[in-house]
């Protein structure tokens, strides 16, 4: 049974860094990709960044600067680490995992709301 | 970056048709695949993926969903329309990095 889970802070203070955890099971992080996705609070949907099963990383232009996507293979545990945080940073994080033919996001953890406010 | 274009809203009759149609700024469309993905998302939950490569219905989604479409036009039809249904609407394409999406299409009853 495929399973991902979020964990990570509520509340991080402007400027700080946001570490996020999304632990796997039911699929190794290295026979799939993971990817993140993050969503305001009622907005759309915005791809953060993807680490192939391979090992390499992709990451959304617009935050490649200030992100980092890393795993632990051993624990099948996939990391987000987003630096310089601001205020419209503020929203859920989800991770994902893809597809390997035509990269859809099949399965979905439940996110983890994060507010960036001091 | 490829640009998925939704209409925001859909008003629909319990037990009509409902057609939420996505525009690509080009196409996402190989010789093989038809990379454009849907997925359902209800208030305060993830989103689910209903169908991916166009065409194909995701694992324990029902038959009342179903996608076409080739190059940059895509549908997703639900029909026939069931309460449990209402929910935002997403498309996105795995074309070409940055993956994107649409900006969601909710669905409501009329």
């Known amino acids: 049974q495929v399973r991902l889970k979020e964990s990570g802070p509520r509340l991080v203070q402007p400027s700080q860094t946001l570490s996020v955890t999304c632990t796997v099971s039911?699929?190794?992080?290295?026979?799939?990709?993971v990817s993140w996705v993050r969503q305001p609070p009622g907005k759309g949907l915005e791809w953060v960044g993807a680490?192939?099963?391979?090992?390499?990383?992709d990451y959304n232009s617009a935050l490649k600067s200030r992100l980092s996507i890393s795993r632990d293979t051993s624990k099948n545990q996939v990391f987000l680490k987003m630096n310089s945080l601001q205020t419209d940073d503020t929203g859920t994080y989800y991770c994902?995992?893809?597809?390997?033919?035509?990269?859809?996001?099949?399965?979905w953890g439940q996110g983890v709301m994060v507010t960036v406010s001091s | 970056d490829i640009v998925l274009t939704q209409s925001p809203a859909l008003a629909v009759s319990l037990g009509q048709r409902a057609t939420i149609s996505c525009r690509a700024s080009?196409?996402?469309?190989?010789?093989?695949?038809?990379?454009m993905h849907w997925y359902q998302q209800k208030p305060g939950q993830q989103p689910k993926l209903l169908i991916y490569?166009?065409?194909n219905l995701a694992s324990s989604i029902p038959a009342r969903f179903s996608g076409s479409g080739s190059g940059t036009d895509f549908t997703l039809t639900i029909n026939p329309v069931q309460a449990d249904d209402i929910a935002t609407y997403y498309c996105?394409?795995?074309?070409?990095?940055?993956?994107?999406f649409g900006s969601g299409t909710k669905l409501e009853i009329k």
């Open positions: 994902a995992k893809l597809t390997t033919e035509g990269i859809a996001f099949d399965y």
């Open positions: 039911g699929f190794s992080v290295t026979s799939y990709h």
């Open positions: 680490i192939w099963k391979g090992g390499s990383t």
């Open positions: 080009q196409s996402v469309s190989t010789s093989s695949y038809n990379l």
């Open positions: 490569d166009a065409s």
């Open positions: 996105q394409q795995s074309r070409e990095l940055p993956l994107t």
